[in-house]
T-cell receptor, first 113, second 118 residues
Framework: GENVEQHPSTLSVQEGDSAVIKCTYS??????FPWYKQELGKRPQLIID?????GEKKDQRIAVTLNKTAKHFSLHITETQPEDSAVYFC????????????FGKGTSLLVTP | GAVVSQHPSWVICKSGTSVKIECRSL??????MFWYRQFPKQSLMLMAT?????????EQGVEKDKFLINHASLTLSTLTVTSAHPEDSSFYIC??????????????FGPGTRLTVL
């Protein structure tokens, strides 16, 4: 089955700096890669996603890049703000999984003022 | 649009009792619903995939007789934790795919149910 590795597990940045979280996946059949932000006790919130026919996608301060050959994708947050502090999860969805998601272990991001 | 609700939001029960959790898609028809479990400070782990009108597909290591899933309509799936024990205490989250959505792989998550078994 699909195995998703996520790094780092914790990340602390100063407000205004950039944050980068990286994930790798094992199943070459995966073609959908969402990123979720989860605050304590709440549901995961989709912040951006990318599909295998695209190498990069950007939405304001958030961008995701995908390298299918290397099987890795990354989340980039620019001009970080304290409200960006949360746990971020990457996920991958193989085409033969019925669209089920395999999640990385998460990255706890802390943005200090 | 694409709202998923769960009920209850939290539940406390005694060891040995059964607990039912409901997952509803409020404004769309869900072809498929998924059940995840999340222990404190851990990631979401897929428990099972539920398709309307058919038996759920369980992930390896998840006991189908303990975690009963019913998906009787396109807007409702239920997870029943039978004979719950303290180790079943966790955050249970469902998600749903929009049958008529343009992006068939997008999942919409419910708010989760915090289960505590005493």
């Amino acid at each position: 089955g699909e195995n998703v590795e996520q790094h780092p597990s914790t990340l602390s940045v100063q407000e205004g700096d950039s944050a980068v979280i990286k994930c790798t996946y094992s199943d070459s059949a995966s073609n959908y890669f969402p990123w979720y932000k989860q605050e304590l006790g709440k549901r995961p919130q989709l912040i951006i996603d990318i599909r295998s026919n695209v190498g990069e996608k950007k939405d304001q301060r958030i961008a995701v890049t995908l390298n299918k050959t290397a099987k890795h994708f990354s989340l980039h947050i620019t001009e970080t703000q304290p409200e960006d502090s949360a746990v971020y999860f990457c996920a991958a969805s193989p085409t033969n999984s019925g669209y089920a998601l395999n999640f990385g272990k998460g990255t706890s991001l802390l943005v200090t003022p | 649009g694409a709202v998923v609700s769960q009920h209850p939001s939290w539940v406390i029960c005694k060891s040995g009792t059964s607990v039912k959790i409901e997952c509803r898609s409020l404004d769309f028809q869900a072809t498929t619903m998924f059940w995840y479990r999340q222990f404190p400070k851990q990631s979401l782990m897929l428990m099972a995939t539920s398709n309307e009108g058919s038996k759920a597909t369980y992930e390896q290591g998840v006991e189908k007789d303990k975690f009963l899933i019913n998906h009787a309509s396109l807007t409702l799936s239920t997870l029943t934790v039978t004979s719950a024990h303290p180790e079943d205490s966790s955050f249970y989250i469902c998600s749903a795919r929009d049958r008529g959505g343009a992006l068939e792989d997008t999942q919409y998550f419910g708010p989760g149910t915090r289960l505590t078994v005493l």
